[in-house]
Nanobody, 122 residues
Framework: QVQLVESGGGLVQAGGSLRLTCAAS????????MGWFRQAPGKEREFVAT????????YYADSVKGRFTISRDNAKTTVYLQMNSLKAEDTAVYYC???????????????WGQGTQVTVSS
């Protein structure tokens, strides 16, 4: 089992920045590909970003490319999402997820956090 706890969400004005943090515990963190997803009200959950086991490769949704940066610190068993130039359409609950299937990009993520709310006012 892997436990994931997100933090860092909040209310920010358009154009501002936030950094989300996901603290992991349980099994060996470096064995997992990590990802961030989000779900806006009335919409399906969507992929935001993912990062490989050692952080050497990242991949982003087109909607956040150039504005968001995913990173990880395996020593601290933590993954981050730095969000800059935020827009109203970035408003959503953001979820951290872990995939231990050995594939990149993953076919599925087995473990999920509880989510953290990000609200961007225009």
């Amino acid at each position: 089992q892997v436990q994931l706890v997100e933090s860092g969400g909040g209310l920010v004005q358009a154009g501002g920045s936030l950094r989300l943090t996901c603290a992991a515990s349980g099994r060996t963190f470096s064995n997992y590909v990590m990802g961030w997803f989000r779900q806006a009200p009335g919409k399906e959950r969507e992929f935001v970003a993912t990062i490989t086991w050692n952080g050497g490769s990242t991949y982003y949704a087109d909607s956040v490319k150039g504005r968001f940066t995913i990173s990880r610190d395996n020593a601290k068993t933590t993954v981050y999402l730095q969000m800059n130039s935020l827009k109203a359409e970035d408003t959503a609950v953001y979820y951290c997820a872990a995939s231990g299937g050995g594939l990149y990009p993953p076919r599925k993520y087995e473990y999920w956090g509880q989510g953290t709310q990000v609200t961007v006012s225009s």
